[in-house]
Nanobody, 130 residues
Framework: QVQLVESGGGSVQSGGSLRLSCEVS????????????WAWFRQAPGKEREGVAA????????YINDSRKGRFAVSRDNAKNTLYLQMNNLTVEDTAMYYC???????????????????WGQGTQVTVSS
């Protein structure tokens, strides 16, 4: 059974940093590394869920939403079956529920598009105060 479990959320002041983790289970080691694209999405109250960052399974190419380039970084540790999101210089606008997701990497895959992902975690809350 596929499971994605996020952790690392919390409350932080504006300008602070957080590192989110997503522990993955239910995938084989080979599919984790070669078949699935991994991503972080977020959803603020009253807003649609949006892509934050993604990392491809082949060469680990990363995709970061333009508005967060320079502040956010995505990475993975295949040995630990864990995905990370490092967030720096956080602002109040970064307050949201953050979700980890997995999508089957195929031709035409869109790394930051919601509909291309089929497995989701329950989310971890990030709250940034001014």
């Amino acid at each position: 059974q596929v499971q994605l479990v996020e952790s690392g959320g919390g409350s932080v002041q504006s300008g602070g940093s957080l590192r989110l983790s997503c522990e993955v289970s239910g995938f084989t080691s080979s599919s984790l590394k070669t078949t699935y694209c991994w991503a972080w999405f977020r959803q603020a109250p009253g807003k649609e869920r949006e892509g934050v960052a993604a990392i491809s399974p082949d060469f680990g190419a990363t995709y970061i939403n333009d508005s967060r380039k320079g502040r956010f970084a995505v990475s993975r540790d295949n040995a630990k079956n864990t995905l990370y999101l490092q967030m720096n210089n956080l602002t109040v606008e970064d307050t949201a529920m953050y979700y980890c997701a997995a999508g089957f990497y195929r031709w035409g895959f869109r790394p930051l598009q919601l509909d291309d992902y089929t497995a989701w975690g329950q989310g971890t809350q990030v709250t940034v105060s001014s």
